[in-house]
């Protein structure tokens, strides 16, 4: 990987592209924690649409400038105020760009991560869609998974008692953003950025929910050869 001041706009042949700086340092921290870190680079796009540009960019870029193992982590919220759902949407819109170059793609994406061989002269893709690739949600739910289930339930009520009582004015589809920022709220030092919280471990990353990912992120970038099925 390159140096920490540019590691969130690598090039590497393994490159995992991500929404934006807070997905990228947490998602390295997590990977740092289990020491998987050296495997891939981290491109953050600066919102889902730059992410997902980025993705389709690589695509159709000359077979020589594809990197050889490309993976890609997306919110499965869309935040865009539609009722439709964003995992199947948020789904739809990677899958759709694989379609199109012939890639063997699921219906679905898989509980554990999806990981998906390439047609040749194209990378082996992975994606994960926070939380867990099955509920709708963003990097602030799967942390909250990463915490006691009383200490989360409790940020959560918290957070919506403020704003029942008129104290808070998040919109309803930040509030996952609200409750993880509550919760820190309460650690030492309190307000850590969520990359920092994870390194100082106010996450635990030995949660199933974390050895869930780190072992899709393995899979994708350890093992040339295995498919997660």
Not at 66 to 84: C, E, F, N, Q
Not at 108 to 128: A, H, L, N, Y
Not at 150 to 161: G, I
């Given at each position: 990987?390159?140096?920490?001041?540019?590691?969130?706009?690598d090039?590497?042949?393994?490159?995992?592209i991500?929404?934006?700086?807070?997905d990228?340092?947490?998602?390295?921290?997590?990977?740092?924690?289990?020491?998987?870190?050296?495997?891939?680079?981290?491109?953050?796009?600066?919102?889902d649409?730059?992410a997902?540009?980025?993705?389709?960019?690589?695509?159709?870029?000359?077979?020589?400038?594809?990197?050889?193992?490309?993976?890609?982590?997306?919110?499965?919220?869309?935040?865009?105020?539609?009722?439709?759902?964003?995992?199947?949407?948020r789904?739809?819109?990677?899958?759709?760009?694989?379609?199109?170059?012939?890639?063997?793609?699921?219906?679905?994406?898989?509980?554990?991560?999806?990981?998906?061989?390439?047609?040749?002269?194209?990378?082996?893709?992975?994606?994960?869609?926070?939380p867990?690739n099955?509920?709708?949600g963003?990097?602030?739910?799967?942390?909250?998974?990463?915490?006691?289930?009383?200490?989360?339930d409790?940020?959560?009520?918290?957070?919506?008692?403020?704003?029942?009582?008129?104290?808070g004015?998040?919109?309803?589809?930040?509030?996952?953003?609200?409750?993880?920022?509550?919760?820190?709220?309460?650690?030492?030092?309190?307000?850590?950025?969520?990359?920092?919280?994870?390194?100082?471990?106010q996450?635990?990353?030995?949660?199933?929910?974390?050895?869930?990912?780190?072992?899709?992120?393995?899979?994708?970038?350890d093992?040339?050869?295995?498919?997660?099925?």
């Amino acid at each position: 990987m390159t140096t920490a001041s540019h590691y969130c706009k690598d090039d590497a042949d393994c490159l995992l592209i991500v929404e934006g700086k807070d997905d990228c340092h947490c998602i390295y921290q997590v990977a740092a924690q289990s020491g998987c870190q050296t495997l891939f680079g981290l491109w953050e796009g600066g919102s889902d649409e730059g992410a997902l540009n980025r993705f389709g960019g690589l695509l159709i870029a000359p077979a020589s400038q594809r990197p050889r193992i490309l993976g890609i982590v997306l919110d499965s919220a869309i935040l865009d105020g539609s009722v439709s759902s964003g995992l199947a949407r948020r789904w739809a819109q990677i899958r759709d760009r694989l379609l199109n170059f012939n890639f063997k793609v699921p219906e679905q994406p898989f509980p554990g991560g999806t990981i998906i061989q390439g047609p040749d002269g194209f990378p082996k893709i992975g994606i994960w869609l926070m939380p867990d690739n099955q509920t709708e949600g963003m990097l602030e739910d799967f942390l909250m998974r990463l915490v006691p289930r009383s200490a989360a339930d409790y940020a959560k009520a918290c957070v919506r008692k403020a704003k029942d009582q008129g104290h808070g004015n998040y919109k309803e589809c930040h509030e996952a953003k609200a409750v993880a920022h509550t919760y820190l709220a309460w650690q030492d030092e309190p307000g850590k950025p969520l990359g920092l919280a994870i390194k100082s471990r106010q996450f635990d990353t030995n949660s199933q929910y974390a050895v869930d990912f780190v072992a899709w992120l393995r899979s994708l970038f350890d093992a040339p050869n295995q498919a997660s099925t």
